[in-house]
């Protein structure tokens, strides 16, 4: 049986859809192929790495990109952020589009009065979305709360 090719969407793939990437390859490797993209390319942000590997996922070899530059078809789509969700495009083919917004841990840390509350942010986040990925069902099999 192939796994499903999925796609996890923000609007600059550096962080939300990143843990997401990083937790499906994890958790769910043998049901996906698990891929991220952004509307644009921000770079991997280094506070979701940090909180990854505490978890123990490493997703610094990950890379941030554009969707365009994926080249893949893909079987599910999941829009993690409101921005990415409004602006997501047409995908051809068969493309199943779900919408799970997150917080954005970015946002949330730049008021943060210490590195700790701004890690804690990012950390509850990651779990959020670790829980997401742990329940998504595969394409043909109903949908995730969303």
């Known amino acids: 049986m192939s796994r499903s090719r999925l ?3 923000c609007t600059g793939n550096s962080c939300r ?3 997401a ?3 499906a390859r994890h958790l769910r490797g ?3 192929e ?3 993209a952004g509307l644009e390319s921000r770079g991997l942000d280094p506070r979701a790495v940090a909180v ?3 978890a123990g996922v490493d997703i610094s070899g990950q890379r941030s990109q554009r969707l365009d530059e994926t080249g893949l078809d893909f079987d599910l789509v999941v829009t993690v952020c409101d921005h990415a969700a409004e602006s997501c495009p047409v995908f051809p083919g068969s493309a199943k589009l779900l919408h799970r917004g997150f917080d954005d841990p970015p946002r949330l840390a730049a008021t943060a009065a210490a590195e700790q509350e701004a890690l804690d942010h990012y950390r509850r986040v990651r779990d959020e ?3 997401y990925v742990a329940a998504l069902p595969l394409p043909g099999e109903g949908s995730a709360a969303g």
Do not use: C, K, P, T
Request: charged share 30%; glycine share 4%; proline share 0%.
């Open 52 to 54: 990854m590997v505490e």
């Open 21 to 23: 990437e990083g937790w």
């Open 34 to 36: 698990a891929h991220s």
């Open 7 to 9: 796609l996890f969407l």
């Open 129 to 131: 979305i670790r829980e």
């Open 30 to 32: 043998d049901d996906f």
């Open 17 to 19: 859809s990143q843990m």
